[in-house]
């Protein structure tokens, strides 16, 4: 893994094995995490770029009634042992793996982001979900809305990389809306929405 960043896929599933083997050897419980970002879409095939860092949006848990996603702040200290274990090895900065955006948990996820979801097991005590197409659109939306002053973001590469359908961008819109439902961030999305050539959507939200 080069100049500290996640270069390809291989780059991701070698360090997120390396994370795996740590926990099985520090005696984890079986750890179940969610991730979105540049990460999984590299590991899905479905961007080709480097990223910096993994993002853990959740850390899910099984219950009775099915899976139930958490806060992934704070990370189990095994957890956060293991990160920096692994970080030293490779030479990765020490939040290689973070909780950046977990606080779109509180304000809910995606109706069905846990059923969609890819998942990868590393090892007995490590099993990571990658969030499918569908809903990284749903985050790259809001992501480059916030950041549309700062002219092209990467999330708006990745967005017209993921080529979305009108039906799949209106569902992201409107789900982006419950967490800033302010008239601000309405007309941003809306210009966003027209730059990627779907004024219909814009109009209809």
């Not at 092209?152 to 967490?179: F, G, I, N, V």
Request: net charge negative.
């Amino acid at each position: 893994i080069k100049s500290n960043m996640f270069e390809n896929k291989e780059a991701v599933e070698t360090t997120l094995s390396a994370l795996g083997e740590q926990l099985q050897s520090f005696g984890s419980q079986p750890l179940d995490i969610l991730v979105c970002g540049g990460s999984a879409l590299q590991v899905l095939g479905l961007v080709d770029r480097a990223t910096k860092d993994i993002d853990a949006l959740a850390m899910i848990e099984r219950q009775e009634q099915g899976l139930a996603a958490h806060r992934a702040d704070p990370f189990p200290s095994i957890l956060t042992q293991a990160i920096q274990k692994v970080a030293r090895d490779f030479k990765l900065p020490e939040k290689w793996l973070n909780s950046g955006p977990t606080s779109a948990v509180e304000f809910g996820l995606p109706d069905g982001i846990l059923n969609r979801a890819i998942v990868k097991e590393y090892g007995d005590c490590l099993t990571i979900r990658f969030i499918n197409r569908l809903d990284q659109i749903h985050f790259k939306i809001f992501a480059a809305t916030d950041q549309l002053g700062a002219g092209q973001s990467r999330h708006y590469a990745d967005l017209l990389a993921l080529q979305p359908t009108a039906q799949e961008l209106k569902q992201a819109a409107r789900w982006t809306m419950t967490h800033d439902p302010s008239e601000g961030y309405k007309g941003e999305l809306k210009k966003i929405l027209i730059k990627l050539g779907h004024k219909d959507v814009a109009e209809g939200i």
